[in-house]
């Protein structure tokens, strides 16, 4: 769920930066708001693919730790 809300931030943010520079042409003002918007996307892509590598590390250190264990008992 958490994912699915940050993707349509990032979207959203990505809609918005692309109607302000529409709407108010390219001035130094528009460009950083611009670019400040943009980065929200670039932020949501990095954590999300951070996150899904970490939960594919905690899923195969749980997997090694029960073969570990049944080879035990």
Do not use: N
Not at 24 to 42: A, E, H, K, R, W
């Amino acid at each position: 769920m958490r994912q699915a809300v940050a993707w349509i931030c990032a979207g959203l943010a990505t809609l918005l930066a692309i109607a302000i520079l529409y709407r108010f042409g390219l001035t130094p003002v528009t460009i950083v708001v611009g670019l400040l918007l943009l980065s929200c996307p670039i932020v949501v892509a990095w954590i999300s693919l951070r996150l899904a590598k970490q939960c594919e590390r905690d899923i195969r250190s749980a997997v090694e730790r029960e073969r570990q264990y049944r080879e035990k008992h």
